[in-house]
C-alpha cells in the first residue's frame, strides 16, 4: 500500500470515529421544550423523545473504546503494524510449530511400532494417508490406485516387492526401471512374434525363443518377473504401461524408464516408516478398483 493510501485510510478511520462520538454525545440530549414527544403523530400514535437507555450507551461506547485499542495493538489502521507485532504469517508459524510439535510426538510412538502392526492401526493409517495426499498422490492417485506408468499400490502385484523392508528401501532410495529399447536389436518378426506370445491366448512357439534369448535374463524364464531389476510379471493382467497389442509393442520398441522419486532428502526416517505402514496395510486388504 503506498504511503498516500495509508494515510487516507488513517484520515477516514479517525475522522468516522470522531463523528461516531460526536453523533452519540451530540444528540445525547434534546432540547424538547419541555414537550415529552417529537411532535411527530403517526394515525394517531405519538413518539416520544426519551433519552438512549443507558445499558445501551454504555455499550456503544465501550464498543468504540476497544475499537480504538483494537486499532492500537494490531494491524488496521492503513500500514501501521500496531504495538503487539502481530502479524498473519507469525500466527499461522506459531499455530504450525504447536501441530508439528504434536504430531512428532505421535510420530516417534509410529516409528517404535514395527511396520505390519501400524498397518492395523486405524489413526496411524488416517495419518499415513494425509501424508500421501501431500507427497505421493500427484503420481499414484489420491486413491494410490496408479496410472498408466504409475503402479497401482493397492493390489499385491510389486515390481520391487512389498514386504514393509522392500516398501520403506523403494520410498528412501528411490526406484529406476531400466527397459532396454529393442528397436533395431529385434526383427520386426522377431517383435509380432514376442508381442504376441505375450499377449494373445495361442501361444506362437517362435515368440518363446525370442523371450528365451532376450528377455528371460530380467523378466525370468517363466515371464514372471524379477523384483531386484523391477522387471514386471508380464504373465498377469496387470500392465504398467498398458497390454493391449499395440501398447506392448511401445514398451518393447522403445524401452521404458520409469522413476520413482527418492524421498531420503524430502522425508524423515519417521513419516517414511509411517508411509510405507500406510502402502503396506493397503495391499493387504487388496480392493477391486
Ligand atoms: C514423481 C512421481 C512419483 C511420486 C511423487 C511418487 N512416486 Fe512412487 N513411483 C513412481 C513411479 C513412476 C514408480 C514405478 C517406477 C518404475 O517403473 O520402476 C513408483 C513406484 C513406487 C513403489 C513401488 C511399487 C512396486 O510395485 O514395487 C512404491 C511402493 C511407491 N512408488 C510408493 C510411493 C510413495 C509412498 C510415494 C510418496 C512418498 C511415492 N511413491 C511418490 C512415481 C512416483
Ligand atoms: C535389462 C532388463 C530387461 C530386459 C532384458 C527386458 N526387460 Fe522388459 N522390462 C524391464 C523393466 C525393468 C521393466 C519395467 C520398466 C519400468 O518400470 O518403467 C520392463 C517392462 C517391460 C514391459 C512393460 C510391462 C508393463 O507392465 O507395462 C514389457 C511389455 C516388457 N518389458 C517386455 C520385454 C520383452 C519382450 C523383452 C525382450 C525382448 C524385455 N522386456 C527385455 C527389464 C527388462
Same mark, same amino acid.
Do not use: M, Q
Given at each position: 500500500m503506498s504511503s498516500f493510501w495509508s494515510g487516507w485510510i488513517i484520515i477516514l478511520t479517525i475522522a468516522t470515529i470522531i463523528g461516531l462520538f460526536w453523533l452519540l454525545f451530540g444528540n445525547r440530549t434534546r432540547p424538547n421544550n419541555g414537550e415529552e414527544t417529537t411532535g411527530h403523530v403517526y394515525d394517531g400514535i405519538e413518539e416520544y423523545d426519551n433519552p438512549l437507555p443507558s445499558w445501551w450507551l454504555n455499550m456503544f461506547v465501550l464498543s468504540m473504546?476497544?475499537?480504538i485499542g483494537y486499532l492500537i495493538a494490531f494491524p488496521g489502521l492503513g500500514t501501521f503494524q500496531g504495538l503487539l507485532g502481530w502479524t498473519q504469517v507469525n500466527q499461522w508459524q506459531q499455530e504450525n510449530e504447536k501441530l508439528d510439535a504434536k504430531f512428532d510426538v505421535l510420530l516417534k510412538q509410529y516409528a517404535a511400532t514395527p511396520i505390519e502392526q501400524l498397518a492395523k492401526d486405524e489413526k496411524?493409517?488416517?495419518?499415513?494417508q494425509r501424508l500421501f495426499a501431500s507427497y505421493c498422490?500427484?503420481? !499414484?492417485?489420491? +486413491?494410490?490406485?496408479?496410472?498408466t506408468g504409475f503402479p497401482n499400490l493397492r493390489d499385491n502385484d510389486w515390481l520391487y516387492g512389498g514386504s514393509p523392508d522392500q516398501i520403506v528401501e523403494t520410498i528412501t532410495r528411490g526406484r529406476k526401471g531400466a527397459m532396454p529399447a529393442w528397436k533395431g536389436i529385434l526383427t520386426d518378426q522377431q517383435l509380432n512374434d514376442v508381442?504376441?506370445?505375450?499377449?494373445s491366448a495361442e501361444k506362437p512357439a517362435a515368440g518363446e525363443q525370442v523371450f528365451a534369448s532376450y528377455c528371460a535374463a530380467c523378466h525370468g524364464a517363466d515371464a514372471k518377473g524379477n523384483q531386484m531389476v523391477g522387471?514386471?510379471?508380464? @504373465? +498377469?493382467n496387470v500392465w504398467l504401461y498398458g497390454g493391449g497389442l499395440g501398447e506392448v509393442k511401445t514398451s518393447i520398441l522403445n524401452g521404458r524408464n520409469g522413476q520413482m522419486p527418492a524421498h531420503e532428502n524430502i522425508? @524423515?526416517?519417521?513419516?517414511? !516408516?509411517?508411509?510405507?505402514?500406510?502402502?503396506?496395510g493397503l495391499s493387504q486388504n487388496p480392493q477391486p478398483q
Open positions: 473504546v476497544f475499537g496411524a493409517r488416517r495419518s499415513g498422490s500427484t503420481c !499414484h492417485g489420491a +486413491d494410490a490406485g496408479g496410472n508381442s504376441a506370445w505375450l499377449t522387471a514386471p510379471n508380464l @504373465t +498377469d522425508l @524423515t526416517p519417521e513419516k517414511i !516408516h509411517l508411509l510405507a505402514a500406510y502402502v503396506y
